[in-house]
C-alpha cells in the first residue's frame, strides 16, 4: 500500500546540515547575500513606515478612533480602505522548551 494511500504525507523539506555564519565569511555570493538582505531591510522598515502614515492619515480623514485597525490595498486605480473590526485568532503558539534543557 503506498504511502499516498494509507494518508501518511511525504515530507516538505528535509534539513540538510547547519554551518557557522563565520564560515561563510569570505565567501563571495554570501556577502552579495548580505548586502541585498540589508538593503531589503532598510526597504521594508521604510515602507513599513509609509503604510503607518497612511494608516495615520485615513483614521483622521474618515474621524475614526486612533487605535482603529485600518488596512487598505491598491488594485488597478482604487484604493480600498477596509477598517478590521475583528482580527482572525492565530494559531497556538509553541511550547518553549528551554526551561528543559
Known amino acids: ?3 499516498e494511500m494509507n494518508g501518511a504525507k ?3 523539506s ?3 546540515g547547519h554551518l557557522p555564519v563565520a564560515k561563510l565569511a569570505e565567501v563571495k555570493e554570501w556577502k552579495a547575500f548580505m548586502e541585498k538582505a540589508e538593503l531589503a531591510k532598510k526597504a521594508n522598515d521604510a515602507h513599513e513606515k509609509a503604510k503607518d502614515a497612511m494608516r495615520a492619515m485615513f483614521r483622521k480623514t474618515l474621524k475614526l478612533a486612533a487605535d482603529a485597525d485600518i488596512e487598505f490595498s491598491k488594485t488597478g486605480d482604487k ?3 477596509t477598517e478590521i ?3 482572525k485568532t492565530t494559531r497556538s ?3 518553549d522548551l528551554s ?3
Open 79 to 81: 484604493i480600498t480602505v
Open 93 to 95: 503558539q509553541a511550547k
Open 85 to 87: 473590526l475583528e482580527r
Open 1 to 3: 500500500m503506498s504511502d
Open 10 to 12: 511525504q515530507p516538505k
Open 99 to 101: 526551561e528543559m534543557f
Open 14 to 16: 528535509k534539513t540538510l
